[in-house]
């Protein structure tokens, strides 16, 4: 079965940092690109970033851009994003989905997981 | 960036009846374009692929089309199943979501 699950979330001070991770199996990791998209609280869906398959590109949603990392391992079929400088208008649901395609430029996301909430909040 | 325009952001109609949302670009994207079906409490479901192919398993009641700025996403025959936020999302540049259309049973 093919499956995401994403985990890390957690209740973080505003300026202070999270790394949240995405565990996959039941295909093989390393020929698709991956994405994280998120959700606020009774809000639409907001895609934040994607890597490629080989971690060779990436790309971010202007809101995160310089404070979030993606990155991935592909021995360990595992996606991550480290969030720094965390604000308040980061509190989400984090959703990690998988690609359709090896480069996160083209396609669409055809399995998702269930999310990992982060909530910025002094 | 590409701003992604849908409308109506709510409907109420009756099973049967047939449900269309359109989705309109701030620029050319091509037939770069998904449609994704979202049930409370629960993640996205990929719907709709390169603007009209469905994706397997997803019920041929479902359907896409349209190309450059505008695109449309029909519902044939509302089912209660159906009950959803619908979302569609452009790929030509970074990727960019509509606002989303909540469909709920009249």
Not at chain 2, 79 to 96: G, K, M, S, W
Request: hydrophobic share 30%; net charge neutral; with cysteine.
């Amino acid at each position: 079965e093919v499956q995401l699950v994403e985990s890390g979330g957690g209740l973080v001070q505003p300026g202070r940092s999270l790394r949240l991770s995405c565990a996959a199996s039941g295909f093989t990791f390393d020929d698709y690109a991956m994405h994280w998209v998120r959700q606020a609280p009774g809000k639409g869906l907001e895609w934040v970033s994607g890597i490629n398959w080989n971690s060779g590109s990436t790309g971010y949603a202007d809101s995160v851009k310089g404070r979030f990392t993606i990155s991935r391992d592909n021995a360990k079929n595992s996606l991550y994003l480290q969030m720094n400088s965390l604000r308040a208008e980061d509190t989400a649901l984090y959703y990690c989905a998988k690609a359709s395609r090896d480069f996160w430029t083209r396609g669409y996301m055809d399995v998702w997981g269930k999310g990992t909430t982060v909530t910025v909040s002094s | 960036d590409i701003q992604m325009t849908q409308s109506p952001s709510s409907l109420s109609a009756s099973v049967g009846d047939r449900v269309t949302i359109t989705c309109q670009a701030s620029q050319d994207i091509n037939n770069y374009l998904n449609w994704y079906q979202q049930k409370p409490g629960k993640a996205p479901k990929l719907l709709i692929y390169d603007a009209s192919n469905l994706e397997t398993g997803v019920p041929s009641r479902f359907s896409g089309s349209g190309s450059g700025t505008d695109f449309t996403f029909t519902i044939s025959s509302l089912q209660p199943e159906d009950i959803a936020t619908y979302y569609c999302q452009q790929y030509d540049n970074l990727l960019t979501f509509g606002g989303g259309t909540k469909v709920e049973i009249k």
